[in-house]
């Protein structure tokens, strides 16, 4: 059995293959233990999947009835960032380099901003040693590292009451020697050691040591949280199996892999030690399934906007999926390779207020799973999902098909007491269309971040909209962006556990090598040793996985500028490397200079595992009235004035089916709106596409 879980904010969302059939399931998060709602949501799961008569057959036999593949995607990496949550780190450099991690770029994020405050590092000074060595810049050796300096290190680590230690030394990854003989000593000292030339093997070492300085920071926590999912899911499991006559009967395989930020799949054995790669798991998986959806579909130019509880993850997809080096969390660099993806704080749970001038804010600020909205019965301060109740379209039957209950007259106590004493806000309905223009303005703008910002038309593509609240304000977004159609997929609410489920296992290396472009065919033959042995390496670690060589496929990437630049542009390896490089600096920049040098900074290679095909099946077309799936009418308010909206369970509707706003679409996992002037028509992968006229 597979089952993919994407732990959020509000509800962990589950989706899972059952006799061929992907079902969807939606538990509440426990942000206290993310652990505890995936316990949750497995045991129902199993306790309503049928034990095969082949599967009792092994169980009388003491054998291990079945497998279960767990496919994780995960916020506990930045939720640890996010709320300095992780480890006691030490960190171990090259002497006289123990302030790199403080020192940085020297880069404002404010310009003219006096008192901006940057974030305090994750090392403060005193668990910061020097080790003292020392690698030339050609790779050679300055200053040897003797074995008592390794036992100096090691002690001074130890006094310092470290959990966990970073382990980053100059110019480590043209000569890791000296980070090898470390590593050892102080892993044979009980450490749990991240290493940079394993981690990230690339120059810059700002970015460097801050990367593997994340994932010391991290690396308890994320151990922690995949044992206890691996130990709930084979408890799950074998009280699925267990029957009377199989108590001899060996537990339920389990296997648990985990979503990494660029959008592959890696073992939960390779994520406890490296989960820097994990920290945008969960978005990252919506851009993986967005684009999935959007090419069955026919859509190759997507914008994807998932919009959850907490938050709003935007990304570009044009047929391929973007990578980046250069992201931050918190504050804090991260180099390692993510999906190009922009978050802003605006989800169902943002929460409204009046600044001291009297400006509505929205957000970032969430009411999350606990309290959350005033209407799921707990919380106390408006939010939007509170705002879309209001407003007519939510309600009804509640949400999760009917299990979770809204309360109605609660948020608009709670929101009219809200807005008490203030002359400019009428009236509650007035204040409800105030929060979801100001939340609107913000997805707008993160959208425009990832498109006009960078030469992209919005008008050239799909916005494809998912996530619990994302059907909310995809048209109104699309309108305002002139975004000519929007896709809602089939399970919007769980649009990224199902790219997790059906993602592959990925594994990204790279190597710094800083070589001039004399001639395309010179460069090209002295980088191929270069890749030959990081081809070599990924292979090994993709076999392990448990993957033939037919199952694997390998891609090649260089990053590369122009000589005399401090920021580079990845570009694929094959045919002319160089034109392909002049080409997408025109694409980012505006501008280009083929008559000017390039070097090749650093090659990276994608070595990919294939996993097992989910064909999502193409459903005939019928010409059907969509009546028939109309539940009942409800006043809905766009733009400040009320309409009689059709309220239609998604479920209902049929392939070929057509219907006109204004409508309200409600089904398991979201509502999507239909304004007044938009039609959607049903395809036949059962997507809602809309379009305004």
Not at 274 to 303: D, H, K, M
Not at 479 to 493: E, H, Q, T, Y
Not at 633 to 652: I, L, Q, S
Request: charged share 25%; net charge positive.
């Amino acid at each position: 059995m597979r089952v993919a879980i994407d732990t959020g904010g509000t509800f962990t969302d589950c989706l899972f293959l059952r006799g061929g059939r992907i079902e969807i399931l939606k538990v509440p998060s426990t942000p206290g233990n993310p652990a505890k709602a995936i316990a949750n949501a497995l045991k129902k799961i199993l306790e309503e999947a049928p034990v095969s008569a082949r599967d009792r057959g092994h169980a009388r036999r003491g054998e291990s009835a079945s497998t279960l593949d767990l496919l994780c995607g995960t916020t506990v990496g930045t939720n640890a960032l996010l709320e300095r949550r992780g480890a006691r780190v030490a960190l171990v450099t090259t002497a006289g380099f123990e302030d790199v991690l403080e020192i940085g770029r020297q880069a404002r994020p404010s310009l003219y901003d006096f008192f901006v405050e940057r974030p305090e590092p994750l090392v403060p000074r005193k668990r910061r040693f020097g080790a003292r060595e020392r690698v030339g810049a050609d790779g050679s050796v300055v200053t040897r590292l003797t074995p008592a300096e390794v036992a100096r290190v090691v002690r001074r680590v130890s006094r310092s009451h470290a959990g966990s230690v970073a382990l980053c030394l100059l110019f480590s990854f043209l000569r890791p020697e000296h980070e090898r003989k470390l590593a050892l000593a102080l892993r044979r000292g009980g450490f749990a050691v991240s290493v940079s030339h394993e981690i990230l093997p690339e120059f810059r070492e700002f970015e460097r040591t801050s990367t593997t300085v994340i994932n010391a920071y991290l690396t308890p926590v994320m151990s922690r949280y995949l044992r206890e999912i691996a130990r709930d899911a084979a408890r799950a499991a074998a009280g699925k199996n267990r029957t009377p006559s199989s108590r001899n009967a060996r537990e339920t395989q389990v296997r648990v892999r985990v979503m990494q930020s660029s959008g592959g799949i890696l073992s939960a054995r390779i994520a406890a030690r490296e989960p820097v790669r994990t920290v945008l798991s969960g978005p990252a998986g919506g851009v993986l399934g967005a684009g999935q959806v959007a090419r069955n579909a026919g859509f190759q130019r997507v914008i994807s906007f998932d919009m959850g509880g907490t938050s709003t993850d935007v990304s570009l997809i044009e047929g391929t999926l973007r990578t980046t080096n250069e992201s931050t969390i918190s504050g804090l660099p991260v180099a390692v390779p993510m999906l190009e993806i922009h978050t802003v704080g605006a989800g169902g749970g943002s929460i409204a207020r009046f600044d001291r001038a009297g400006a509505l804010r929205v957000g970032p600020e969430s009411a999350g799973a606990e309290p959350g909205p005033i209407c799921y019965g707990r919380g106390e301060l408006p939010t939007v999902t509170d705002a879309h109740l209001i407003l007519g379209r939510l309600g009804g039957d509640g949400l999760l098909g009917g299990d979770f209950r809204l309360e109605n007259a609660r948020a608009r106590d709670y929101m009219q007491r809200a807005i008490r004493g203030l002359r400019a806000v009428r009236s509650v309905e007035q204040f409800a269309q105030g929060i979801l223009d100001v939340v609107e303005a913000t997805m707008e703008k993160a959208i425009r971040v990832i498109s006009i910002e960078r030469g992209r038309d919005p008008r050239d593509y799909t916005l494809v909209a998912f996530g619990g609240a994302g059907g909310l304000h995809a048209c109104s977004l699309a309108a305002s962006l002139s975004i000519p159609r929007v896709m809602i997929p089939k399970f919007p609410g769980a649009l990224s556990a199902l790219g997790i489920l059906r993602a592959d296992v990925v594994k990204d290396l790279s190597q710094t090598v800083l070589q001039r472009v004399e001639s395309l065919h010179a460069a090209k033959c002295a980088l191929r040793g270069q890749f030959r042995r990081i081809v070599r390496e990924g292979v090994r670690q993709m076999r392990r996985e448990g993957f033939v060589p037919r199952r694997i496929r390998v891609a090649r990437f260089l990053d590369m500028r122009y000589v005399g630049q401090a920021y580079e542009l990845m570009v694929p390896e094959g045919g002319d490397f160089v034109g392909g490089f002049h080409g997408e600096h025109q694409q980012r920049y505006g501008y280009a200079d083929p008559a000017r040098p390039v070097e090749v900074v650093n090659v990276r290679v994608r070595v990919i595992g294939l996993t097992e095909t989910i064909n999502w099946p193409r459903r005939k077309l019928v010409d059907a009235d969509s009546r028939g799936a109309i539940t009942g009418r409800r006043r809905v308010y766009f733009a400040g004035k009320a309409c009689d909206a059709a309220v239609y369970t998604r479920e209902k509707l049929q392939p070929g089916n057509r219907l006109r706003g204004p409508a309200v679409i409600s089904e398991y996992s979201a509502t999507t709106v239909v304004p007044p002037g938009w039609q959607t028509r049903v395809d036949g992968f059962e997507n809602l596409v809309m379009q305004q006229g």
